[in-house]
C-alpha cells in the first residue's frame, strides 16, 4: 500500500507539473492537492468505473455537499459543463480545468461557463423553452389564476426581453454576455450554478 | 402602542421595583432615548417646569455634573437655573434627586452615560404614575403623528358617568372658536346648577338616567344641537316647547357612547376636522387603575388656547383619578412647517418632512403603474432566481420619474423592497439596493423608507463583508438620510460610528489593486451617508467621537472630486462646532481646502469656501489661508459671480479673512475691494452680508477707505442702510461707520442723507445694529460741518438717543455714551440732551464693571459736565466715586477719559471733597507719571483742582 502511494505521489507530482501549465489560476502545489482529492474521490468509486473518471453520482455529491447546491437540474447542468468531451465521466483534466473556472474564475470565464450551464440543449442558444425549463420552479403557483404558469412564462418573457439583444427570440452567447457585463447579478440569471460567495472565500481551504 | 407598553411594563411581586426582564429594557431604552432627545426636539416644551417634580434615589454623584449648567458643592449640586422661588432646578442631595422639566432630566441621563439605563429605572421606580405619562408623550410622539389632541379614556364600565361627561365637555370647549378652523362655534350646559351629586338635570329626569343637557353649536348644522347626555349614553333632542314654559324632550336619535361621536355622526364638519386633521384621536388605554393615584397634574400647559393652524407643539398632560380618564393634549406643529424644532441651523426647508400628500389615484394611470404592480406581485412570491430577474426588469423602468417612484411604492414595493435587505441573498439585497437609492431621491420615498425600519437593516448591513452591498447601503442611507428623524435613527441604531469606519481607506495609492480602489469606493459612500447625517448637531458629536476627524482629514487628500465633495461637504457642515473648527486647523486641513479652492469643480470649491467661511473666526486659520496662498483663489473666484452659493461661500471666507490686516494688505494687492464693490448691487441677501462685512473690515486701513469711494462703494452702502435684513445691517452699519472717518467719504454720506438714516436704525429691535448705528454716528457728528445744526434737524432724535441709555445690553450702551460726548460738544444740543435727563442716566451707569463702557462712559461725563450744573449734578448723583476706581482698571484707555471726566468734576468743591474720600490723589499721582499727554495733564489738572480747595480752605480757617 504504501508502496503504492509512493508511486502515485510521484505520478501525481508529473501530472500536476503539466496540468498547471494548461489551467489558469491554480499553482503547481494547488494543483496537485486537487489531483490527490480527485483520486480520493475516485477510490471510493467502483473499480470499473474509476478508469473513466467521476461519475455524474459522485459530482453531484460534491456540488451538493461542498458547495451546497439544491436543484437537481443546476447540478446536472453543471456536470454537463464540466464534462467537456461528453463521455459522462469527469476526467482529471476536465476536473481541475472546471475547478479552476468555478473557484477562481475572472467574470469572463464565469459568463462562459453558466451560458454552458444553461444552454441544457448544447446548441449555443438559450431558448424560450429552456428558460421555462429551468424556472418553473421559481415562483409560487397562483392557483387561483386560469393558468398557474402564467407568473413563469410573464417571467421568461422579461427575462428574454431584458437578454435578446439581436430580437432573435434566443439568447445567443454575445447577448448574454454583453447583458452580464451591463449587470453582474444576472451572472446566474437562470438558477444557482456557482458557489457562493462564503464558499469562494473558503476555497483556499478547498485546494489545500 | 401605549396599550401594549402600558400592559408590557412588568412589575414584580411588591410593586414598586421594575422586573428586569428583556421586555421591560426594551421599553425602557425606548423612553430613554425618547427623553435623551426631548431637549433637541422640542426645546420650549423642555423647559417647562412639572407640577410636581420627580424624585428618586440616583447612583450619580456631585463629581458626574461637570456641566456648566450645575454648580457643585461638596456632595451637594444644583443646576443654575431657578424657578421663580429662586429654588434651583434640579437639586441633588446624594443619594435624592429632584429634578423639575425635562430639560433637566435630558441633561441629566446625558451626564450619567454608562448609567443612564440605571437612572431612568430609578426614576420610574420612583413614582409609578411617570411611567404611564412617559407612555402617553411616547405614544404620540413616537408615532410622529400630527395629533391636536388626544384623550386617552379609562374604560368605562359601559355607562357614562357626569365626571366623564364634564371632562369630555371641558375638552370640547377647548376647541370652539371665532377662527375660521374651528371644529365648533360653541358648547354649553342649558343649566348651571349642579346637584351635589354632579348631574344638572332636574331630579325627575334624574330618575331615567340623564345627567344633564347641552346645546352645542356647530359650524354647518342647522338649527342647533340640543343633547341630552345620560348614564346609558348620549343621543340628541328634539325640543318642543311645552305649555308652562316647561321644556318636554323627546328621544329623537339612536345612542352614542359619548359626545364626540355623536358629533361626528351629526357634523360632517367635524368629522373632517375630527378624522382628517387628527383633531380628536379616541384612544381606549386600557391600563390597570390601580396604577394611579387621585389628582395628580405632571405637566401644564401655559400656553395660550388652541387654535387649529399654525398651532406649535405643545403638550399637556393632565391625569386625574376622579375623572377616571387621562387626558392629554397635544398640540402639534402645523404639518410640514416650523423650523423651531430644527436639531441645527443649517437644515434647509426642504430637509422637513413633507406631509403626506397621497394624491387620489388618477383614473387613468400611466401603463407603468400596471407593470410595476405586477412585477412587485412576482417579487413577493419569487425564489432568488426570479427575484433577481425582476430587480433588474424594475431597474428597466425610469426610477428618476416620479410616477415610477410612488408607483412602487403605492402597490407595496417599497415593503418588498425593505424585506428582501433581510434575506441572506447577496444578489437579492443589492438589486433591491439599487433601486432603493435610485428612488430615495424622492422626499415621499425617503420618509416611507423610514416609517418602515429600513433604515436600520441598512445600518446593520454596513457591517457586511461584501463591499458592493456595504456601499450600495451607505449611498441609499446618504439619499434617506435628508429629514431629521431619519438623520436620528441612524445614529441610534450605531449608524455613524459603522459609517466612520468605512472611511478607513487609503485614497491615493501610488498604484492601488483592484480591492483598494473599492475601499476608496466604500470611503466615498461613507462619506455621502456621514454629509446628510451631518446635519444634526448630535451626529456632528458622534462623527467626533467616533475617531472621524482624522479619516475625513486623510480623505481630503484625495485627487478625486466625488470624493472630495463629499468630504469637504461633510468638513464645512461640522464646522459650525468649535471642536471641528480647532481639528480642521491642527490636522493640517486648512492646506487641502485651499488647495482645492482653486479646482475646476464650483461645487467643491463652494464647500471648500464655506469650510474658510466658517473656520476663519480664529485668527491662527486667517493666517494659514494667507500661508498657503488661499486668499488670491479666493478673490479669483468672485469672477464666478452667476453661481450664487458660490459666490455666497466665497464672499464670506473673504469676509472672515479680512479680520487680519495682514490679509486685507494682501486683499488690496489683489484689486479684491474694487469687485466687491462691484458685487453690493443686485446680489442676494446672503451674498451681500459677507460683501458689506468684508469692506466694514477692510475700511479699518484708512487707504481704502478712499478705494472704496473712488470705486463707487458709497452710494450703494449707504442705500443698503433701508434694507431690513439684520445680518446686513449690522454690517452696513459698520461699513458706514467706518467709511465716514474719511472726511471725503462723509460729504457723499451727508448728501444723501446717511446720518438720518443712521439714526433711524437707532429704533431697530436688534442691539447689534442698534449699537452699530450709534458707533456710525459718531464719525458723522465728528467730520460734518454744522453737524449740531444737523443733529437738531432730526426730530425727536436727541431724546431718542438719550433713551437708548436705558437699554439692557452694554454694547449698546457704550455707543451710545460714545456718541452723547459727540453730541455733546454742541452747546444747544447738551442743553436739549441735559433737559432730557442725561445727567441723572448716565450717573446711573457708573457702577459698571465693563472697562469699553466705562470709557465711553467717563467720556461722555466729561462732555455733559461743561453745561449749566451738570457738573454739580453729576455728584449729587453719585457718579463721582465710581469713577474714582475707574482709574484702579487695567484698561488705560479708560484712564484718560477717566481723569478728563475726573477733571471737569472737579470744578465743584462738593466732587472734590467726594474725589478725595475715595483716595483720588494717590491714583492721580500715578496717572500724572503716564506716557500718555493728555492723561498727565487732566490727571494733573484735577489735582491741582483739589489743591487749590484745600489753600482756600486752609485760608478761610486761619486767615
Redesign the interface.
Same mark, same amino acid.
Given at each position: 500500500m504504501q508502496k503504492m502511494s509512493a508511486m502515485n505521489r510521484k505520478l501525481i507530482q508529473n501530472l500536476a507539473e503539466t496540468l498547471c501549465k494548461q489551467v489558469k489560476h491554480f499553482d503547481k502545489r494547488e494543483t496537485e492537492c486537487l489531483i490527490r482529492l480527485f483520486s480520493g474521490l475516485l477510490g471510493e468509486q467502483a473499480e470499473r468505473r474509476a478508469a473513466h473518471g467521476l461519475d455524474r453520482v459522485r459530482f453531484r455529491n460534491i456540488l451538493h455537499n461542498t458547495f451546497g447546491m439544491t436543484d437537481d437540474m443546476m447540478m446536472d447542468s453543471v456536470f454537463r459543463a464540466f464534462d467537456k468531451d461528453n463521455d459522462t465521466y469527469i476526467s482529471v483534466k476536465e476536473w481541475v480545468e472546471g475547478l479552476s473556472v468555478f473557484l477562481r474564475g475572472a467574470l469572463d470565464e464565469k459568463i462562459k461557463f453558466c451560458f454552458d450551464v444553461y444552454n441544457l440543449h448544447g446548441d449555443g442558444y438559450i431558448s424560450r423553452e429552456e428558460m421555462l425549463q429551468m424556472?418553473k *420552479?421559481?415562483?409560487?403557483r397562483?392557483p387561483t389564476e386560469e393558468d398557474p404558469d402564467e407568473?413563469i412564462k *410573464?417571467?421568461v418573457e422579461?427575462?428574454l426581453?431584458?437578454m435578446d439583444h439581436d430580437h432573435d427570440g434566443k439568447v445567443s452567447y454575445s447577448d448574454f454576455e454583453k447583458t452580464v457585463k451591463d449587470?453582474n447579478?444576472?451572472l446566474?440569471?437562470?438558477?444557482?450554478c456557482l458557489p457562493?460567495?462564503k464558499v469562494e472565500i473558503t476555497s483556499n481551504y478547498f485546494c489545500m | 402602542m401605549g396599550e401594549t407598553f402600558s400592559r408590557a411594563i412588568q412589575w414584580s411581586s411588591d410593586a414598586d421595583q421594575l422586573e428586569n426582564s428583556p421586555l421591560n429594557n426594551d421599553i425602557l431604552t425606548e423612553i430613554l432615548l425618547f427623553t435623551e432627545d426631548f431637549d433637541d426636539r422640542y426645546p420650549k416644551e423642555a423647559r417647562i417646569l412639572f407640577r410636581e417634580p420627580l424624585q428618586w434615589k440616583t447612583s450619580l454623584e456631585a463629581a458626574d455634573f461637570t456641566s456648566d449648567i450645575y454648580d457643585t458643592r461638596g456632595e451637594a449640586a444644583v443646576s443654575l437655573e431657578c424657578d421663580d422661588n429662586r429654588s434651583p432646578l434640579l437639586q441633588l442631595s446624594p443619594p435624592d434627586i429632584t429634578v423639575h422639566s425635562f430639560y433637566h432630566l435630558s441633561n441629566l441621563l446625558q451626564l450619567s452615560k454608562d448609567k443612564t439605563m440605571k437612572e431612568i429605572r430609578a426614576c420610574l421606580e420612583g413614582d409609578t404614575l411617570i411611567v404611564h405619562a412617559f407612555i402617553a408623550i411616547l405614544l404620540l410622539l413616537v408615532n410622529e403623528l400630527y395629533f391636536c389632541s388626544v384623550c386617552v379614556f379609562l374604560p368605562r364600565e359601559g355607562r357614562l358617568s357626569p365626571e366623564a361627561v364634564n371632562t369630555e365637555v371641558d375638552l370640547l370647549k377647548r376647541f370652539c372658536g371665532t377662527g375660521e378652523n374651528r371644529a365648533l362655534k360653541s358648547v354649553s350646559y342649558t343649566s348651571d346648577y349642579v346637584f351635589s351629586n354632579g348631574c344638572r338635570s332636574p331630579p325627575w329626569r334624574q330618575m331615567d338616567g340623564e345627567i344633564c343637557s347641552l346645546i352645542i353649536e356647530t359650524c354647518d348644522t342647522e338649527p342647533t344641537l340640543f343633547i341630552t347626555c345620560s348614564t346609558s349614553g348620549v343621543f340628541f333632542d328634539e325640543r318642543i316647547n311645552g305649555e308652562g314654559g316647561v321644556n318636554y324632550y323627546m328621544r329623537k336619535s339612536e345612542l352614542y357612547k359619548d359626545i364626540i361621536t355623536l358629533l361626528k355622526n351629526m357634523s360632517p364638519h367635524f368629522a373632517v376636522a375630527a378624522n382628517e386633521q387628527g383633531f380628536f384621536y379616541n384612544v381606549l388605554l386600557c391600563m390597570d387603575s390601580s396604577h394611579f393615584y387621585p389628582e395628580k397634574i405632571l405637566w401644564e400647559s401655559t400656553s395660550p388656547s388652541v387654535c387649529l393652524k399654525d398651532i406649535k407643539l405643545w403638550a399637556s398632560l393632565n391625569i386625574n383619578m376622579s375623572n377616571r380618564c387621562i387626558c392629554v393634549c397635544m398640540h402639534s406643529k402645523s404639518p410640514g412647517g416650523a423650523g423651531d424644532f430644527s436639531e441645527s441651523s443649517s437644515e434647509d426647508e426642504e430637509d422637513e418632512e413633507q406631509p403626506e400628500r397621497r394624491a387620489e389615484i388618477p383614473t387613468d394611470l400611466p401603463s407603468e403603474y400596471w407593470q410595476i404592480q405586477k412585477l412587485v406581485k412576482y417579487l413577493k412570491g419569487a425564489n432568488q432566481t426570479a427575484t433577481v430577474i425582476v430587480l433588474c426588469a424594475l431597474r428597466d423602468f425610469n426610477l428618476v420619474q416620479e410616477t415610477c417612484q410612488l408607483a412602487i411604492r403605492d402597490v407595496g414595493g417599497l415593503e418588498v423592497l425593505i424585506n428582501l435587505l433581510d434575506t441572506d441573498d447577496i444578489r437579492c439585497k443589492i438589486g433591491s439596493l439599487k433601486i432603493l437609492k435610485e428612488i430615495s431621491c424622492n422626499s415621499q420615498i425617503r420618509q416611507t423608507i423610514a416609517d418602515l425600519g429600513g433604515l436600520q437593516t441598512m445600518v446593520s448591513i454596513l457591517d457586511s463583508p461584501d463591499k458592493e452591498l456595504k456601499g450600495l447601503a451607505a449611498e441609499t442611507i446618504a439619499n434617506v438620510a435628508k429629514f431629521r428623524r431619519a438623520r436620528r435613527t441612524v445614529r441610534q441604531h450605531g449608524g455613524i460610528k459603522r459609517l466612520v469606519e468605512l472611511l478607513d481607506c487609503v485614497p491615493n495609492g501610488v498604484s492601488m489593486s483592484a480591492e483598494q480602489e473599492r475601499d476608496v469606493e466604500v470611503a466615498r459612500c461613507g462619506a455621502l451617508a456621514l454629509w446628510s447625517c451631518s446635519k444634526s448637531t448630535r451626529n456632528k458629536e458622534s462623527i467626533r467621537r467616533a475617531g472621524g476627524i482624522p479619516l475625513l482629514a486623510r480623505l481630503l487628500k484625495s485627487s478625486q472630486k466625488n470624493m472630495l465633495i463629499p468630504v469637504v461637504g461633510t468638513l464645512q457642515e461640522c464646522a459650525s462646532e468649535k471642536s471641528y473648527r480647532i481639528a480642521i486647523q491642527t490636522e493640517g486641513m486648512i492646506e487641502d481646502l485651499v488647495k482645492n479652492l482653486s479646482c475646476d469643480n464650483q461645487e467643491l470649491q463652494m464647500h471648500c469656501a464655506s469650510a474658510i467661511f466658517k473656520c476663519a473666526e480664529d485668527k491662527h486659520t486667517r493666517d494659514l489661508v494667507r500661508q498657503y496662498e488661499g486668499l488670491k483663489p479666493l478673490v479669483m473666484l468672485l469672477n464666478e459671480a452667476e453661481n450664487k452659493q458660490l459666490l455666497a461661500a466665497t464672499t464670506g471666507a473673504i469676509w472672515k479673512c479680512s479680520i487680519s490686516l495682514e490679509n486685507v494688505a494682501k486683499f488690496q494687492e489683489y484689486k479684491a475691494l474694487e469687485i466687491l464693490v462691484g458685487l453690493l448691487k443686485d446680489q442676494p441677501e446672503e451674498v451681500l452680508v459677507n460683501v458689506v462685512g468684508a469692506l466694514a473690515e477692510c475700511a479699518q486701513i484708512s487707504e481704502n477707505l478712499a478705494t472704496i469711494r473712488k470705486s463707487g462703494g458709497i452710494q450703494p452702502l449707504v442705500n443698503l442702510l433701508t434694507g431690513t435684513n439684520q445680518a446686513l445691517l449690522g454690517n452696513v452699519t459698520r461699513a458706514v461707520g467706518a467709511c465716514a472717518t474719511d472726511p471725503e467719504n462723509m460729504v457723499i454720506i451727508d448728501r444723501l442723507d446717511g446720518v438720518r438714516l443712521l439714526w433711524s436704525l437707532l429704533k431697530n429691535p436688534n442691539p447689534e445694529v442698534q449699537a452699530n448705528a450709534a458707533w456710525a454716528i459718531c464719525p458723522c457728528i465728528e467730520n460734518t460741518k454744522d453737524a449740531g445744526e444737523m443733529v437738531r434737524s432730526f426730530v425727536g432724535g436727541l431724546e431718542l438717543i438719550v433713551n437708548l441709555l436705558k437699554s439692557q445690553n452694554k454694547a449698546v450702551l457704550a455707543s451710545v455714551c460714545a456718541a452723547i460726548a459727540k453730541i455733546a460738544k454742541d452747546v444747544e444740543n447738551l442743553a436739549v440732551i441735559t433737559d432730557h435727563g442725561v445727567v441723572p442716566m448716565l450717573a446711573n451707569l457708573t457702577n459698571t464693571g465693563d472697562d469699553k463702557l466705562r470709557r465711553y462712559l467717563a467720556e461722555a461725563i466729561a462732555c455733559c459736565c461743561k453745561w449749566g450744573s451738570n457738573c454739580v449734578s453729576f455728584g449729587e448723583a453719585g457718579a463721582v466715586a465710581p469713577l474714582v476706581h475707574y482709574l484702579r482698571s487695567k484698561d488705560p484707555s479708560v484712564h484718560q477719559a477717566t481723569a478728563r471726566a475726573l477733571f471737569e468734576l472737579s470744578k465743584d468743591p462738593n466732587n472734590c471733597i467726594t474725589m478725595h474720600e475715595n483716595g483720588v490723589v494717590k491714583l492721580l499721582l500715578i496717572m500724572i507719571g503716564s506716557t500718555d499727554e493728555i492723561l498727565q495733564e487732566a490727571a494733573a489738572s484735577c489735582v491741582a483742582n483739589i489743591r487749590r480747595l484745600a489753600l482756600a480752605n486752609d485760608k478761610a480757617k486761619y486767615g
Amino acid at each position: 500500500m504504501q508502496k503504492m502511494s509512493a508511486m502515485n505521489r510521484k505520478l501525481i507530482q508529473n501530472l500536476a507539473e503539466t496540468l498547471c501549465k494548461q489551467v489558469k489560476h491554480f499553482d503547481k502545489r494547488e494543483t496537485e492537492c486537487l489531483i490527490r482529492l480527485f483520486s480520493g474521490l475516485l477510490g471510493e468509486q467502483a473499480e470499473r468505473r474509476a478508469a473513466h473518471g467521476l461519475d455524474r453520482v459522485r459530482f453531484r455529491n460534491i456540488l451538493h455537499n461542498t458547495f451546497g447546491m439544491t436543484d437537481d437540474m443546476m447540478m446536472d447542468s453543471v456536470f454537463r459543463a464540466f464534462d467537456k468531451d461528453n463521455d459522462t465521466y469527469i476526467s482529471v483534466k476536465e476536473w481541475v480545468e472546471g475547478l479552476s473556472v468555478f473557484l477562481r474564475g475572472a467574470l469572463d470565464e464565469k459568463i462562459k461557463f453558466c451560458f454552458d450551464v444553461y444552454n441544457l440543449h448544447g446548441d449555443g442558444y438559450i431558448s424560450r423553452e429552456e428558460m421555462l425549463q429551468m424556472l418553473k *420552479d421559481s415562483l409560487i403557483r397562483q392557483p387561483t389564476e386560469e393558468d398557474p404558469d402564467e407568473g413563469i412564462k *410573464d417571467i421568461v418573457e422579461i427575462a428574454l426581453k431584458k437578454m435578446d439583444h439581436d430580437h432573435d427570440g434566443k439568447v445567443s452567447y454575445s447577448d448574454f454576455e454583453k447583458t452580464v457585463k451591463d449587470e453582474n447579478l444576472l451572472l446566474e440569471a437562470f438558477g444557482n450554478c456557482l458557489p457562493d460567495a462564503k464558499v469562494e472565500i473558503t476555497s483556499n481551504y478547498f485546494c489545500m | 402602542m401605549g396599550e401594549t407598553f402600558s400592559r408590557a411594563i412588568q412589575w414584580s411581586s411588591d410593586a414598586d421595583q421594575l422586573e428586569n426582564s428583556p421586555l421591560n429594557n426594551d421599553i425602557l431604552t425606548e423612553i430613554l432615548l425618547f427623553t435623551e432627545d426631548f431637549d433637541d426636539r422640542y426645546p420650549k416644551e423642555a423647559r417647562i417646569l412639572f407640577r410636581e417634580p420627580l424624585q428618586w434615589k440616583t447612583s450619580l454623584e456631585a463629581a458626574d455634573f461637570t456641566s456648566d449648567i450645575y454648580d457643585t458643592r461638596g456632595e451637594a449640586a444644583v443646576s443654575l437655573e431657578c424657578d421663580d422661588n429662586r429654588s434651583p432646578l434640579l437639586q441633588l442631595s446624594p443619594p435624592d434627586i429632584t429634578v423639575h422639566s425635562f430639560y433637566h432630566l435630558s441633561n441629566l441621563l446625558q451626564l450619567s452615560k454608562d448609567k443612564t439605563m440605571k437612572e431612568i429605572r430609578a426614576c420610574l421606580e420612583g413614582d409609578t404614575l411617570i411611567v404611564h405619562a412617559f407612555i402617553a408623550i411616547l405614544l404620540l410622539l413616537v408615532n410622529e403623528l400630527y395629533f391636536c389632541s388626544v384623550c386617552v379614556f379609562l374604560p368605562r364600565e359601559g355607562r357614562l358617568s357626569p365626571e366623564a361627561v364634564n371632562t369630555e365637555v371641558d375638552l370640547l370647549k377647548r376647541f370652539c372658536g371665532t377662527g375660521e378652523n374651528r371644529a365648533l362655534k360653541s358648547v354649553s350646559y342649558t343649566s348651571d346648577y349642579v346637584f351635589s351629586n354632579g348631574c344638572r338635570s332636574p331630579p325627575w329626569r334624574q330618575m331615567d338616567g340623564e345627567i344633564c343637557s347641552l346645546i352645542i353649536e356647530t359650524c354647518d348644522t342647522e338649527p342647533t344641537l340640543f343633547i341630552t347626555c345620560s348614564t346609558s349614553g348620549v343621543f340628541f333632542d328634539e325640543r318642543i316647547n311645552g305649555e308652562g314654559g316647561v321644556n318636554y324632550y323627546m328621544r329623537k336619535s339612536e345612542l352614542y357612547k359619548d359626545i364626540i361621536t355623536l358629533l361626528k355622526n351629526m357634523s360632517p364638519h367635524f368629522a373632517v376636522a375630527a378624522n382628517e386633521q387628527g383633531f380628536f384621536y379616541n384612544v381606549l388605554l386600557c391600563m390597570d387603575s390601580s396604577h394611579f393615584y387621585p389628582e395628580k397634574i405632571l405637566w401644564e400647559s401655559t400656553s395660550p388656547s388652541v387654535c387649529l393652524k399654525d398651532i406649535k407643539l405643545w403638550a399637556s398632560l393632565n391625569i386625574n383619578m376622579s375623572n377616571r380618564c387621562i387626558c392629554v393634549c397635544m398640540h402639534s406643529k402645523s404639518p410640514g412647517g416650523a423650523g423651531d424644532f430644527s436639531e441645527s441651523s443649517s437644515e434647509d426647508e426642504e430637509d422637513e418632512e413633507q406631509p403626506e400628500r397621497r394624491a387620489e389615484i388618477p383614473t387613468d394611470l400611466p401603463s407603468e403603474y400596471w407593470q410595476i404592480q405586477k412585477l412587485v406581485k412576482y417579487l413577493k412570491g419569487a425564489n432568488q432566481t426570479a427575484t433577481v430577474i425582476v430587480l433588474c426588469a424594475l431597474r428597466d423602468f425610469n426610477l428618476v420619474q416620479e410616477t415610477c417612484q410612488l408607483a412602487i411604492r403605492d402597490v407595496g414595493g417599497l415593503e418588498v423592497l425593505i424585506n428582501l435587505l433581510d434575506t441572506d441573498d447577496i444578489r437579492c439585497k443589492i438589486g433591491s439596493l439599487k433601486i432603493l437609492k435610485e428612488i430615495s431621491c424622492n422626499s415621499q420615498i425617503r420618509q416611507t423608507i423610514a416609517d418602515l425600519g429600513g433604515l436600520q437593516t441598512m445600518v446593520s448591513i454596513l457591517d457586511s463583508p461584501d463591499k458592493e452591498l456595504k456601499g450600495l447601503a451607505a449611498e441609499t442611507i446618504a439619499n434617506v438620510a435628508k429629514f431629521r428623524r431619519a438623520r436620528r435613527t441612524v445614529r441610534q441604531h450605531g449608524g455613524i460610528k459603522r459609517l466612520v469606519e468605512l472611511l478607513d481607506c487609503v485614497p491615493n495609492g501610488v498604484s492601488m489593486s483592484a480591492e483598494q480602489e473599492r475601499d476608496v469606493e466604500v470611503a466615498r459612500c461613507g462619506a455621502l451617508a456621514l454629509w446628510s447625517c451631518s446635519k444634526s448637531t448630535r451626529n456632528k458629536e458622534s462623527i467626533r467621537r467616533a475617531g472621524g476627524i482624522p479619516l475625513l482629514a486623510r480623505l481630503l487628500k484625495s485627487s478625486q472630486k466625488n470624493m472630495l465633495i463629499p468630504v469637504v461637504g461633510t468638513l464645512q457642515e461640522c464646522a459650525s462646532e468649535k471642536s471641528y473648527r480647532i481639528a480642521i486647523q491642527t490636522e493640517g486641513m486648512i492646506e487641502d481646502l485651499v488647495k482645492n479652492l482653486s479646482c475646476d469643480n464650483q461645487e467643491l470649491q463652494m464647500h471648500c469656501a464655506s469650510a474658510i467661511f466658517k473656520c476663519a473666526e480664529d485668527k491662527h486659520t486667517r493666517d494659514l489661508v494667507r500661508q498657503y496662498e488661499g486668499l488670491k483663489p479666493l478673490v479669483m473666484l468672485l469672477n464666478e459671480a452667476e453661481n450664487k452659493q458660490l459666490l455666497a461661500a466665497t464672499t464670506g471666507a473673504i469676509w472672515k479673512c479680512s479680520i487680519s490686516l495682514e490679509n486685507v494688505a494682501k486683499f488690496q494687492e489683489y484689486k479684491a475691494l474694487e469687485i466687491l464693490v462691484g458685487l453690493l448691487k443686485d446680489q442676494p441677501e446672503e451674498v451681500l452680508v459677507n460683501v458689506v462685512g468684508a469692506l466694514a473690515e477692510c475700511a479699518q486701513i484708512s487707504e481704502n477707505l478712499a478705494t472704496i469711494r473712488k470705486s463707487g462703494g458709497i452710494q450703494p452702502l449707504v442705500n443698503l442702510l433701508t434694507g431690513t435684513n439684520q445680518a446686513l445691517l449690522g454690517n452696513v452699519t459698520r461699513a458706514v461707520g467706518a467709511c465716514a472717518t474719511d472726511p471725503e467719504n462723509m460729504v457723499i454720506i451727508d448728501r444723501l442723507d446717511g446720518v438720518r438714516l443712521l439714526w433711524s436704525l437707532l429704533k431697530n429691535p436688534n442691539p447689534e445694529v442698534q449699537a452699530n448705528a450709534a458707533w456710525a454716528i459718531c464719525p458723522c457728528i465728528e467730520n460734518t460741518k454744522d453737524a449740531g445744526e444737523m443733529v437738531r434737524s432730526f426730530v425727536g432724535g436727541l431724546e431718542l438717543i438719550v433713551n437708548l441709555l436705558k437699554s439692557q445690553n452694554k454694547a449698546v450702551l457704550a455707543s451710545v455714551c460714545a456718541a452723547i460726548a459727540k453730541i455733546a460738544k454742541d452747546v444747544e444740543n447738551l442743553a436739549v440732551i441735559t433737559d432730557h435727563g442725561v445727567v441723572p442716566m448716565l450717573a446711573n451707569l457708573t457702577n459698571t464693571g465693563d472697562d469699553k463702557l466705562r470709557r465711553y462712559l467717563a467720556e461722555a461725563i466729561a462732555c455733559c459736565c461743561k453745561w449749566g450744573s451738570n457738573c454739580v449734578s453729576f455728584g449729587e448723583a453719585g457718579a463721582v466715586a465710581p469713577l474714582v476706581h475707574y482709574l484702579r482698571s487695567k484698561d488705560p484707555s479708560v484712564h484718560q477719559a477717566t481723569a478728563r471726566a475726573l477733571f471737569e468734576l472737579s470744578k465743584d468743591p462738593n466732587n472734590c471733597i467726594t474725589m478725595h474720600e475715595n483716595g483720588v490723589v494717590k491714583l492721580l499721582l500715578i496717572m500724572i507719571g503716564s506716557t500718555d499727554e493728555i492723561l498727565q495733564e487732566a490727571a494733573a489738572s484735577c489735582v491741582a483742582n483739589i489743591r487749590r480747595l484745600a489753600l482756600a480752605n486752609d485760608k478761610a480757617k486761619y486767615g
